[in-house]
């Protein structure tokens, strides 16, 4: 009599081996899957917190404006302007960071996901 790993009548685990082959293969095949899942989930949270970062950028760097708009002391336009062009390079850099570390995220998710393989 052979070994009953997943409770099956005796008699249908004799008379069909490739169904108990069948059940074996479809019982390894779902930690892998559960795997590459935790793989798309990591990369998805690290995609959150790189947007949390860029959106926290933009936040600040309306603080910023909003400052230098509402000093006390009148302002020439020539301070106006340079507070806005510092604020735009800020937003530039922060957005540049953005897609370098959305261009590295699809990266690391195709080699988490080749090792999951």
């Not at 008379?15 to 990591?42: D, I, R, V, Y």
């Not at 400052?67 to 937003?91: A, I, R, S």
Request: proline share 5%; aromatic share 8%; glycine share 2%.
């Amino acid at each position: 009599m052979k070994n009953n790993p997943f409770g099956m009548d005796p008699a249908m685990m004799n008379a069909s081996p490739m169904l108990t082959w069948w059940q074996q293969q479809w019982m390894k095949g779902a930690n892998p899957m559960a795997q590459m899942q935790a793989a798309w989930m990591e990369s998805l949270a690290e995609a959150m917190k790189f947007e949390a970062q860029f959106l926290k950028t933009v936040a600040e760097s309306g603080q910023h404006m909003t400052d230098c708009l509402n000093k006390k002391e009148p302002t020439t336009p020539q301070e106006l302007h340079d507070c806005y062009q510092k604020l735009v390079q800020q937003m530039t850099d922060a957005q540049q960071k953005r897609m370098e570390q959305a261009a590295e995220l699809s990266l690391d998710f195709r080699k988490r996901l080749w090792e999951e393989i």
